[in-house]
């Protein structure tokens, strides 16, 4: 029933309305002193604007998916360690598999060249 | 608060398992076999295709279901396990020769391959939503790649990105599709989503989520106006990988599509039963105009697939016993003639250079009368043609919807199955009615692919003369 | 015997077979042998499962099922093959004729290089024909249907080279799918309507289940018909046929004269019992086949080409089976279908000859005075033109009289004056072709010192030509003797009540029942002498004009320009349907092409080519546009099925 969304509706006010006065108060009492650096969205990132084709090393793609890959894994560790009583063997035989799973990847990456900057 | 251990039967997943281990070692082996040796790592992965295939036989009849109701091993199911795994095999056996002409032949194709086999047969058996869903990412994942496998020839490229863009933008809308009917319903779980729709009526909510299920099949599935994709992609992608592409992610999808929606969604029949006829003609009509002009064999291929789409999308229209067998009957004979065609247009070709314009066919009849002779049987049987696979399929289809009551769209179909007759022709033409094209000299079909074709080329005769057996298991495919 | 009957198809199949796979690593006698002798052991088959039936007598009606081919549910199709008198005779006729023109080809064909194409084309013909003729359901029918129009494509194109005969393949093949839509039409409504296909089932339940002219009935009727009216070069559909002569001549004898083209009116003497129920269709039959008849006649009456006036001829002589079956005369239609295979068959094959001759030429304005040159190609062709002239107590005479009598004493009198005025026409135009291509002055001289290659692709010489004419060898002359003597006797198994028992009408019962009670003899009479009468004046004037007063149709054409004309461009009907059915036709999938294809799809794909040849700057542009395009045209899709589904 549309009533049943209400508090949802409730939400969204209050977060357009947080992120409106936090804008418009840090706008007012904030000091400015632009500087060419400080304009930029970002101040210590990426230049935003210039060529999309700008070149970038393959390898930096591969090393972010790679940590990507094993970093998200590692998050499952951390509910089946919560719980590793409760799952007993079963829990343990699992993890087991996925590990091994997840070496074998390991073991294919590091012989196909993977960790090698070079 | 005890944690329940999941219900799990391995055995019922035991196909996917097969493959899924098969690839696992296959990319083990991929480490330590030399270059001149892979050849074996594709064996390998046929040997494991086949084990599951004897896996899906084992468990026919078995009708059982684990993991909580998320998996069943029904006839159904195991009827299209057995579609996907031959599908795979003969892909193989066409990919052996192929990638070594094109230099890419590295162990991690065949990996590819069969994790999208797993995916496919993970779809297949599938009585979840989510791991329909899971089945349909691991299936498509595997494919962006191969789509691209050719990574010196920038069509191959563009066709793995075009693939890998829409194919997101299409699973987005399957996965809010399933909160949707989540959230309608309470469940992701096929026969729940059918109990509760049993006893309530439907909502706004429930019919965009059904809309939205509908497109994500539609896309994998390649039916107009979610089509758009597959020339581009078919054409650009490795031969045999748009091959395998062509027949087996369609039984995948149809499979998971037949079991949404006339298992989980029949109180909804009479909206997407409409939807589902419009797509139908649609697809039909536009795939088989689209294919008249193409020049290019593998673009046609590409839009005669989009047409077959829409035949079996009819045997979803006439909801029936004798309409599922039929749609599985159909997958299996458009698997066997595809790969067949497919595997023709592979033997033809010369190492690494293609023919794939249709005129570069000329006079193949006369060099290779006997590739010429399993090309023709094949694109005859993509027509429709007595006394082949393809008659049967469409027989078998268009009597379902005769049966129960949708008569004009069978009349549609047979139309269109008689436009199709003009380009499936049109390379027959060139074969044996054209003098022969320069270069035929010197090109010998590679052993693999002339067994590869073989077998095709029996299965679509068999399966066109011969059928009731075929018919038989097909018919006992009910789904649970 | 009955056991046998699936080793009539299967020979020629297994011949096909292995022509096909080996034919190439084969001598020419082995192609032969097995190409011929499939066929001819197929005839032998036959022959004895045609005393099998014969013997049965009332009893002739066997349904021998070979497997079941699709169950499905609670209904099945079955291989099944349905042997009574009507598919007995048609396998006779199948395989004996097939048989003599397989001969025929090992003389006719001997120098082609490729001999084991043919073969294996000319039997799996063969086969196809006679799952066609056997066939116990009208899906089987249809198989054979669409094979036999398979084959018939595969052998108009034969000699490929040639732009004619590659586009009269297509165009053969395009006519006759119109009319297998109408017919694949009929065949689904009958399975609506009777939850079958067998003919069994069929024919047992329409009279229950339906009474006389239902409108189901006629629809289900007229839609077959269309079918046959492809098939069998009925108009408006009969454009394919003159053309069809591009290919071989015995392909012409055997496909386009006394076995494919008839399958149309096999397939109506088959379905009698809708066709009886239907008199709206049955009528409808009737004139199409009589307006046909006289139609093809008149062209006939001005072509120059041998094999052309022999086409028309055919789809004439069609019209006149249509006419018959039309009047519900189902035996004299199949009478007349068979003495037309023999004497129709005989006309090609000595055209053939004459071609064979005269390496290629097949003007008849180039021949003339070959009756001393070829004196059995003459002999056969005179008692072939005696016979489908009418002339008395020839097969043709006998057929065509009784179709006419039928129609007559139907009540269908204008119908019957078509007829009669048709059967004038063609004993005129006949003679008019025996006397231009074997009497007259020869226009062409003799080249002794030229060894004439045998060539049979039509070729147009220019001007005055020279040739060393000579006799076929006698695997040509043999088959024709043989026709001959068939064209010749064949009509006296059904002879007219007023002159002796009419076998066929009793052999005939099991199928069509008890034949109608006989003519009055007066009537029989009269109507035998104003055919008589007819076909004796045609041939007639044809002698007067060609031979005793040769400047007669010089003038009558120069007088009658304006009708010549017309004659001579065959009624501009090919260039009326290429105006208003190919070219629109055309234009429509240009337009299709231009807007579908070239602008949304082939649009981002031409700018993707562009940016690919200049690889450097283009890259972000045709990438995202292009799939966004896409991506977009699916979100379009969406929101429609959405809303759809929304709304309902």
């Given at each position: 029933m549309p009533i049943d969304y209400l508090p949802i509706l409730v939400m969204v006010v209050v977060v357009v309305a947080f992120a409106a006065i936090a804008l418009t108060l840090s706008s007012l009492t904030g000091p400015r002193h632009p500087t060419a650096a400080k304009l930029e969205p970002y101040e210590s990132g990426m230049p935003p604007f210039g060529s999309a084709r700008r070149r970038i090393s393959i390898k930096y793609y591969l090393t972010a998916v790679l940590f990507i890959l094993f970093d998200i894994e590692i998050i499952f560790f951390y509910p089946w360690a919560v719980l590793f009583r409760q799952l007993k063997l079963f829990g343990l035989v699992e993890m087991g598999v996925f590990v091994l799973i997840l070496l074998i990847g390991y073991v294919y990456v590091w012989r196909k060249g993977g960790f090698n900057w070079d | 608060m005890p944690i329940l251990v999941p219900d799990i039967n391995l055995r019922i997943i035991a196909p996917a398992l097969i493959v899924t281990v098969t690839a696992i070692v296959v990319l083990l082996g991929e480490l330590v076999t030399p270059a001149e040796r892979k050849r074996w790592l594709g064996y390998l992965s046929i040997a494991g295709l086949v084990v599951a295939a004897f896996a899906a036989f084992s468990l026919w009849g078995a009708n059982a279901s684990g993991f909580s109701g998320m998996v069943v091993a029904d006839n159904f199911g195991l009827f299209l396990t057995l579609t996907i795994a031959l599908s795979a095999a003969l892909s193989i056996l066409l990919s052996i020769p192929f990638i070594h002409a094109h230099e890419i032949d590295q162990g991690e194709y065949y990996v590819l391959l069969l994790a999208s086999v797993a995916g496919m047969i993970v779809m297949a058996t599938a009585t979840d939503l989510i791991v329909i869903f899971l089945g349909l990412e691991l299936l498509s994942l595997p494919l962006y790649i191969l789509a691209a496998f050719q990574r010196e020839d920038t069509r191959s490229l563009e066709a793995g990105i075009k693939y890998f863009l829409l194919g997101a933008f299409s699973s987005a809308f399957f996965l809010y599709g399933i909160a949707l009917v989540f959230g309608a319903t309470g469940t992701t779980n096929l026969a729940k989503i059918a109990a509760s729709l049993a006893q309530s009526a439907g909502s706004p909510m429930l019919s965009i989520g059904v809309g939205l299920l509908m497109v994500g099949f539609a896309f994998k599935v390649a039916l107009v106006p979610f089509h758009w994709w597959t020339p581009d992609v078919y054409d650009g992608a490795p031969t045999t990988v748009t091959a395998f592409m062509s027949v087996a992610v369609k039984a995948a999808a149809f499979g998971a599509f037949f079991r949404t929606f006339q298992f989980a969604l029949p109180a909804l029949a009479l909206d997407w039963r409409a939807v589902a006829a419009v797509l139908a003609v649609l697809t039909m009509t536009l795939g088989n105009v689209a294919a008249l002009?193409?020049?290019?064999v593998k673009r046609m291929l590409a839009y005669s697939s989009i047409a077959h789409a829409g035949y079996i999308l009819i045997a979803l229209v006439a909801m029936s016993a004798n309409g599922l067998s039929s749609a599985l009957f159909y997958l299996l004979a458009y698997t066997v003639t595809n790969l067949g065609a497919f595997g023709a247009v592979i033997a033809l070709s010369d190492g690494a250079r293609e023919r794939l314009e249709i005129k570069d066919f000329a006079g193949a009849a006369r060099e290779h009368p006997l590739v010429a002779l399993a090309l023709t049987i094949c694109l005859l049987s993509l027509a429709g043609f007595p006394p082949f696979a393809g008659f049967v399929g469409k027989f078998l289809i268009f009597g379902a919807a005769v049966e129960t009551g949708w008569a004009w769209l069978a009349v549609i179909g047979v139309l269109n199955s008689l436009v199709s007759v003009y380009f499936y022709l049109r390379p027959v033409v060139q074969m044996y009615m054209s003098e022969p094209a320069e270069g035929w000299s010197g090109i010998r079909v590679a052993p693999l692919v002339a067994l590869a074709l073989l077998i095709a080329v029996i299965s679509v005769i068999a399966l066109g003369v011969f059928p009731a057996p075929a018919i038989a298991l097909a018919a006992g495919g009910l789904i649970r | 015997m009955i056991n046998y009957l699936w080793l009539v198809p299967a020979l020629p199949l297994a011949g096909a077979a292995i022509n096909a796979i080996f034919s190439r690593k084969m001598p020419r006698w082995l192609v032969s042998v097995l190409g011929v002798g499939s066929v001819g052991l197929s005839f032998l088959v036959a022959l004895a499962e045609f005393f099998t039936v014969l013997g049965a007598g009332a009893q002739g009606v066997f349904n021998v099922s070979i497997y079941s081919w699709i169950p499905v549910g609670n209904f099945k199709i079955d291989v099944a093959f349905l042997l009574d008198p009507l598919s007995a005779l048609m396998l006779l006729g199948v395989t004996g004729v097939g048989f003599l023109i397989h001969v025929y080809s090992t003389g006719y064909m001997a120098e082609d290089e490729s001999y084991g194409r043919f073969f294996t084309y000319l039997n799996l013909f063969v086969f196809s024909m006679l799952i066609l003729v056997l066939g116990s359901n009208y899906l089987l029918m249809y198989v054979g249907w669409a094979l036999v129009g398979l084959c018939s494509y595969l052998l108009i194109s034969f000699w490929f080279t040639r732009p004619a005969a590659a586009a009269a393949g297509k165009k053969a093949f395009i006519t006759t799918r119109i009319g297998d839509f109408g017919f694949g039409l009929g065949v689904i409504l009958i399975f609506v309507t009777f939850g079958s296909l067998n003919f069994a089932d069929v024919f047992a339940r329409a009279p229950q289940m339906f009474q006389l002219g239902a409108p189901i009935i006629t629809t289900i009727t007229l839609l077959l018909f269309a079918g046959a009216v492809g098939k069998s070069a009925q108009?408006?559909?009969?454009?394919w046929l003159p053309d069809a002569m591009e290919g071989p001549t015995p392909v012409s004898a055997l496909i386009h004269a006394a076995t494919m083209v008839t399958a149309g009116v096999y397939m109506v003497a088959r379905s009698h019992v809708l066709f009886s129920l239907a008199p709206f269709s049955s009528e409808v039959v009737a004139v199409i086949g009589a307006v046909t008849a006289l139609f093809a006649a008149t062209i006939a009456l001005t072509q120059m080409d041998l094999k052309r006036v022999l086409a028309y001829s055919t789809i004439s002589q069609l019209g006149y089976m249509f006419l018959g079956v039309g009047v519900a005369a189902y035996g004299a239609g199949i009478f007349h279908l068979m003495t037309h295979a023999f004497f129709k068959a005989l006309l090609f094959l000595a055209a053939g000859s004459v071609m064979h001759a005269m390496n290629g030429v097949i003007d008849m304005r180039q021949l003339g005075g070959l009756r001393s040159k070829m004196r059995w190609t003459y002999i056969t062709f005179f008692a072939a033109a005696l016979a489908i002239s009418g002339f008395?107590?020839?097969?043709g005479f006998f057929s065509k009289d009784e179709i006419l009598a039928q129609a007559f004493e139907s009540g269908h009198i204008i119908l019957w004056a078509i007829g009669l005025l048709t059967a004038g026409l063609t004993a005129f135009y006949i003679f008019r072709a025996f006397f231009l291509t074997f009497h007259t002055q020869a226009r062409w001289t003799e080249d002794e010192g030229r060894k004439t290659e045998s060539r049979h692709s039509p070729s147009s010489v220019v001007g005055h030509p020279s040739f060393h004419p000579h006799e076929s060898p006698a695997s040509m002359t043999v088959p024709l003797a043989i026709l001959a003597v068939l064209a010749v006797v064949a009509g006296f198994v059904g002879m007219p009540s007023v002159m002796g028992p009419n076998f066929l009408e009793g052999f005939f019962a099991p199928v069509f029942g008890e034949a109608a009670a006989a003519i009055p003899a007066g009537t029989e009479w009269m109507l035998i002498g104003a055919s008589v009468a007819v076909g004796l004046i045609g041939i007639g004037v044809a002698y007067w004009f060609?031979?005793?007063?040769?400047?007669i149709p010089v003038n009558l054409a120069a007088q009658f320009k304006g009708i010549y004309t017309l004659l001579w461009n065959k009624y501009y009907v090919d260039e009326f349907y290429s105006a208003v059915f190919v070219e629109p036709g055309r234009r429509l999938a240009m337009f299709l092409w231009q807007v579908i294809d070239v602008q949304v799809i082939d649009g981002f794909a031409n700018g993707l080519g562009r940016a690919m040849a200049s690889f450097s700057g283009a890259l972000r542009g045709w990438q995202t546009g292009y799939a966004r395009a896409y991506a977009l045209l699916m979100l379009v899709g969406t929101v429609i099925v959405i809303g759809w589904l929304m709304l309902r």
């Open positions: - | 002009l193409q020049s290019n | 108009l408006p559909l009969y454009v008395p107590l020839f097969s060609y031979i005793a007063s040769p400047e």
